[in-house]
């Protein structure tokens, strides 16, 4: 027979417990499962998002991850494996082999041990997922990347071209143009409400190495994976998909490893770009905006695989819409055209320069959760949720346009997160799940109108706007 124990976690400033059920086979057993889940704890859910805080060895971190998120891991993972599959040419296995035979090698040790921390915290609610599972699921970023330079390979079967949609809409400034002259940067995530509905975790990570880090994230995922992030040295970080890009070098390190790593070691914007250069492999290749609230500096680092460029101001600001900033890159690694005003990158890159030249000097967290409801279609001059808004709505627009066509819909914006210098400071972040414009999706009736996407009806959420709320570290 099982022993049952229960331990009870308090939850600082939100009024109540967390009954965590342990099972276990042996009273050793139970007492090794008791220490390494010491003092983390998962919160009740708040506007939408669940907290999680997980403290101490890679290995432990892990556990506690997949201990305490288990039943979101195996329902995201679903989620993962829908979308990675259907309508697709590999099904899961094939990314489960890649994972272990590709990926897995490239790892490093602290990450590997966090990884294999995870299967084991799900094992112990007997899931039936495997490390294999958990390293496919991180790498779901970047599998579209490599499977198109998997799909070049002459022995292979040639595939559809696959598309990789633009991701979010973000902004970082600081000086003559923030209303007190420090950092701002703030950012909402665009992707399939499929899973976006589901992109509701606050990790607060205190790792035995490293900064502690303050983000949103995926269950399952080791990294931010969208990407939002704060760490204890003072480090905000963002980023958005460069649209149209191609290009993974399946010798290097996994994206996902590397913007974890940014996150927990990076005391400066040379930090960052020194870890996320090395062993660049192209997977997920973004702008990545960057703020230093010691410096006082924000920077702007573009990563493809062939160009790497990085911008970097102690006065002005850098804006993000899945456009590709430096024309070079933009003709050597990507499909994207430039000069296409309808394309959803090129709108929202307009609309984000007239924002930020309108509100110069006045830009705080206040104005930046406005910025991300914004609504205005610099295209078609006029005021209409779609896919050209800054605040996405794939769902509503009549047309689609470029990678964001069927199987993408629905989609948009399905969360938003921002930070000032001084949240930065005390480690906080303001989040909004679900389109921050007040909006909301529902499920049933986009299914009734668009019979198309019946595929994703078991797993398709309603995904209400919520308010805007502050969280911090241990709480």
Known sequence: MHRRAFIKSSLAGLGGTLLLDVSCKSASHQTKLDARLKGAFRSPE??????????????????????????????????????????????????????????????????????????????????????????????????????????????????????????????????????????????????KYLDGARWTIIFDIAPAHGYRMLMDGFPGFIHSGDDFGINSAGIAITETTISGFSGYDPSGIPEFVRARKGMQYSNSIDDYTRIMKKGNNGGYANNWLIADRKTNEVADLELGLKNVNLWRTKDGCFVGSNFPVSPKLASEETHFDLNDMGASANARHVRWKQLMAENKGRIDMAMAQKFLGDHYDTYDKKEEPDERTLCGHIDLSPRGSGTWQPPYGPAGAVQNKGAD????????????????????????????KHPEFDWQAPLLRNMPSKPWTMFTIGS
């Open 46 to 191: 708040r506007n939408g998002w669940t907290f999680v805080h997980l403290e101490g060895t890679p290995a432990e971190i892990g556990y506690q991850h997949g201990y305490l998120l288990a039943d979101r891991i195996e329902d995201t993972t679903k989620v993962t494996v829908l979308e990675q599959t259907h309508g697709k040419k590999y099904g899961w296995d094939f990314y489960r082999d890649a994972a272990k035979n590709m990926l897995w090698p490239k790892i490093e040790a602290e990450y590997r041990e966090e990884l294999q921390g995870i299967a084991d915290g799900l094992r112990a609610h007997e899931s039936k997922l495997d490390l294999w599972d958990v390293v496919a699921l991180n790498a779901s970023m970047e599998w579209d990347y490599y499977v198109n330079e998997y799909d070049k390979n002459p022995k292979t079967e040639k595939s559809a071209e696959l598309a990789i949609p633009e991701h979010c809409s973000a902004f970082a400034a600081t000086g003559s143009y923030t209303k007190d002259g420090k950092v701002v940067i703030a950012h909402n995530c665009w992707t």
């Open 421 to 448: 210098a001084a949240m930065i400071e005390k480690m906080a972040l303001s989040a909004s799940a679900g389109h921050c414009c007040g909006i909301d999706f529902n499920a049933a009736e986009h299914l009734k």
